[in-house]
Structure formats: C-alpha cells, structure tokens
C-alpha cells in the first residue's frame, strides 16, 4: 500500500472496529478517502460505531454483505484476527483487492524507527522490558502494537527520534506488505494458532515478514537457541544479526556467562554483552533480574539485546533489568495464603508458555490448566512435571484431555470443572479445588495452555477473574 494521504476519495474498506480498526478508520478518513467500517458482532456490541457515524464513517454491524467488496474498493484494512477464509475476504482475493493490517497502515503513517518484537511467547515482556531500557536511558520510547495502544494512534504522535517499541503477533505481520522495523526481535517459535494459520509452514513464514525489507543498516535480533530462528537467520535475514543466548557461548551477542572456580569466587551467571570486536561487557547477575525464571531470563537477553542496538547505555540496561517486576497476566504474583503462593498466568495460550512458566518453580505445584481446543497435546509438560505437578485442575474444552493425560501419567489429584457453571463460577470452583489439593509450600499456577475464546472475551478477563476468585479464597 502507499501513505494513506494517496487514498484520497478512494474507498477503503475496515474490517472488525476494536481498538485497532477504530484508530485506522480515523486515519483514512482524515485523508479524505471514502470508508466504511464493517464489523460481524451485533450493533450493540460495537460501541465504537457511534462515534465513527459522527464523524461521517459509514458503519455496518451484523453481517458481511455482499455489496461491501467489490471492483471500486482501493483498499481493505483486516482486523489481524479475521481469517482469510471469510466470504469478504475470498472475494477480495479474488478481485485482486489489496488487503493489508493496520500496522501496514502505521508504518506509512511514522518516521520513528521502530523495534518490531515477535515470537510464540514472551513478547509483551520483552516489549515492555526494552521499552523500560529506553526509557532509563532517556530515550523517551512510545511502546505501542499488540500491546494494548494502536500502532496508527501511537505513529502519529512521535517524533523523528522517539523509539516506537512494538509487539506484533503473526496475524498482524501476515498482512504486511513494506513493513521494515529498525530493529527485528524474533523470540522463539512454536506450534501455536495453527487453527488461523492452517500450517506451521504458514506460521513461520508470517514471522519471518519481520526481516523481509530489513536492509544492511538494520538489526536482527534473535535466539540462537531457538532452531527455527537460528533457521531464518540463516536464510531470511539480511540485516546486522545480534544473537542472543540463554545457553551457549557466544563469539559476539548478549548471552549468559557462568563463572567458574578460576575465574570468580562465588559462581555467579551473568547476562554479559559480547561486541563484534570483542570487547566483553558484564551487565547484570542472573540472580539480580526482577522476574523469575529462565524464560523470563530468556525474555531479558532479548531486551538487552534490541535496546543496545538502539543505543541505550549499559548502566540503563542494567538498571532496568533489575528493577522491572513483570507485566499482568505473565507468571503475576496474586498472593500467598496459609504458605501457598498463587500465580496468574493467564497469558500462556498454548502448552510451551505452560512448560516455561513451569520451569520457573522447584516448588511442587497444582495446575489450573484448559481452554480453547485447538488440538494441544498435553501429555508433554505432564511427563516433563510428572515430580513436580501434585495436582491437576481442569476447566474449559480441553478439560478432559488434561484430566486424561494427568491419569495417563500417574496423578491421582484431578479435579474437572462442572461445565454447566458460568464463567465466574467455574473459575471460582477451578480455585477453591486447587487450593484443596494445595499445602503449605505449595505453587498453585494458572497457566491454561489454551486460548480464552471457548469461555472468555480475552486472556485478560479470564486472569482478572482468577485473581478475583483467589482474593475471595
């Protein structure tokens, strides 16, 4: 697509409101072109669409018809989480109808630099993390994206200097076309939404969008000891690559570095910054980061890793990855009761985030685990935790398929949420069973492994209704 100023008394077609397609109707339509936003959920459940049909938007709730798509449409802006398979957008295919995400349309909108982070697990930590290193080193960075602020909104508040930090999921890349962040972080990659993407082939080859019109001048961040990304560095990335590593060492990158008897008294691991020279630099103990867990210490090289290569100073680096405390809904800490901790993590939509979260205890622990069946197998983190998970609670659709492989694998303590409950009080009885099974010293963890859709709006109100239910235990 070109800058939405060219599409001026053009049609353009938004499709799915939210927040994202909320902020690029206002876009299109302060450049003068002709929009119509149309989104499939009833009138009522729209609440932005009054407020668009006041500023002259044409907006059509319910349905898709068939006169929204046709030869005249310039333009068609997606909701990420639509899929291609709906009627309007095969017939935009069909007519050859350019059909892009918003964060396509906000790329054209900014001059910023952007640092484009993705991955199957922790990209709102890493994003807010470097976003938090930015800031300490008095950047003034806008963290925006996947995140919760619209990459349109926040690209047109920001000036030439200001880092745009942003979280992108693989629907919002899938629909790029010129896209070309600064900075590309690529986390890890897992068997995850292939329920949208259909293929993993599909799922790899939308995160890899995130190199494809880097340049020389630009910077690849990624883990070397992911073998998919180690893959596409191999094979897509053009750009400057900065490795990082939570395992290996590295000739030159962020990795961690484990003393030993002659060269340090004490054994301490530290996150440590190799330059291309080699010119070695100590930045914090591992011991000293304020999230736990070695996927959250993985979460961190990346976060240093993006915010060196936008310049920030070391001793800023440092301070944050001491200081921040984590972000909602990610391994969160709700409370301790009668010697069991209790943590939230809503987050984990698929069995990986489980496993990473998992890694995070020594603690025996009761799981709270289930949700959307997009067909997870969980028999993996159940034999990998066999010793370590004391307790199964299973909720949502997946629930007999968690109550099945926890018995397969030899866990006596299982519990089924009753279905017939309504979401509140199901997370209630999901509750009230794993602090039943729990004892003192105990992790009682909430990580579904699931999405949210079969019974929730979102991650976020499900994690915000577990931690209601446990400060109601």
Same mark, same amino acid.
């Given at each position: ?173 899938? #629909?790029?076309?010129?896209? *070309?962040? $600064?900075? /590309? ?7 995850? @939404?292939?329920?949208?993407? !259909? ?22 961040v990624i883990n070397w000891d992911d073998p998919i990304c180690r893959s596409l560095a191999e094979t897509r990335v053009r750009s400057r690559l900065l490795p990082f590593s939570l395992r290996q060492t590295l000739p030159y990158g962020v990795y961690v570095e484990t003393e030993n008897s002659e060269s340090g008294p004490d054994g301490s691991s530290w996150v440590v910054y190799v330059e291309s020279s080699g010119n070695k630099h100590r930045i914090a103990r591992l011991e000293e980061l304020g999230l736990p867990g070695l996927f959250n210490a993985e979460n961190a ?9 936008? #310049?920030?100073?070391?001793? *800023?680096? $440092?301070? /944050? ?7 909602? @809904?990610?391994?969160?800490? !709700? ?134 239910? !446990?400060?109601?235990?």
């Amino acid at each position: 697509m070109n800058h939405p100023e060219t599409y001026r008394d053009k049609e353009v077609v938004v499709l799915g409101l939210a927040k994202s397609g909320y902020a690029v109707a206002k876009v299109f339509h302060q450049y003068g072109a002709k929009v119509t936003v149309n989104d499939l959920k009833k009138r009522e459940d729209c609440p932005e669409a009054d407020a668009l049909e006041a500023s002259g938007i044409s907006v059509i709730c319910g349905e898709h018809p068939d006169s929204l798509i046709h030869p005249g449409v310039a333009l068609i802006v997606k909701n990420p989480g639509i899929r291609y398979s709906i009627p309007p957008m095969v017939k935009a295919a069909e007519l050859g109808i350019e059909t892009v995400t918003e964060v396509e349309v906000a790329y054209h909108l900014t001059r910023s630099p952007i640092i484009g982070i993705t991955g199957s697990n922790g990209k709102t930590t890493t994003t807010t993390w470097i976003g938090k290193m930015l800031g300490e080193a008095g950047m003034s960075p806008v963290v925006a994206g996947n995140i919760g602020v619209p990459l349109c909104e926040a690209a047109g508040h920001t000036d030439e200097d200001q880092w745009l930090v942003v979280e992108l999921s693989s629907f919002q890349l899938k #629909g790029t076309k010129d896209f *070309a962040p $600064r900075i /590309a972080c690529l986390l890890n990659i897992c068997e995850t @939404h292939l329920d949208y993407h !259909v293929s993993m082939e599909d799922y790899i080859e939308s995160k890899a969008k995130l190199f494809d019109n880097q340049t020389e001048s630009d910077t690849a961040v990624i883990n070397w000891d992911d073998p998919i990304c180690r893959s596409l560095a191999e094979t897509r990335v053009r750009s400057r690559l900065l490795p990082f590593s939570l395992r290996q060492t590295l000739p030159y990158g962020v990795y961690v570095e484990t003393e030993n008897s002659e060269s340090g008294p004490d054994g301490s691991s530290w996150v440590v910054y190799v330059e291309s020279s080699g010119n070695k630099h100590r930045i914090a103990r591992l011991e000293e980061l304020g999230l736990p867990g070695l996927f959250n210490a993985e979460n961190a090289l990346a976060a240093a890793s993006a915010a060196i290569a936008a #310049g920030a100073g070391l001793e *800023a680096i $440092r301070k /944050a990855l001491i200081e921040f405390r984590g972000v909602e @809904h990610r391994l969160e800490w !709700v409370r301790d009761l009668n010697g069991i901790s209790i943590y939230n993590n809503s987050k984990a939509t698929n069995p990986l985030a489980t496993i990473k979260a998992l890694e995070a205890f020594m603690q025996p622990v009761v799981w709270i685990g289930g949700g959307l069946d997009r067909g997870s197998d969980f028999s993996g983190i159940l034999s990998q935790f066999t010793r370590q998970i004391k307790a199964v609670v299973a909720l949502g659709e997946t629930r007999q398929k968690i109550v099945n492989a926890a018995r397969e694998t030899g866990i006596n303590q299982v519990h089924s949420v009753d279905t017939a409950k309504n979401n509140e009080g199901a997370i209630a009885e999901a509750v009230r069973a794993a602090y039943t099974f729990a004892q003192p010293g105990d992790v009682i963890l909430f990580s579904p492994s699931c999405a949210s859709w079969d019974m929730f709006a979102s991650y976020e109100e499900r994690g915000r209704m577990f931690k209601e239910s !446990v400060h109601n235990l």
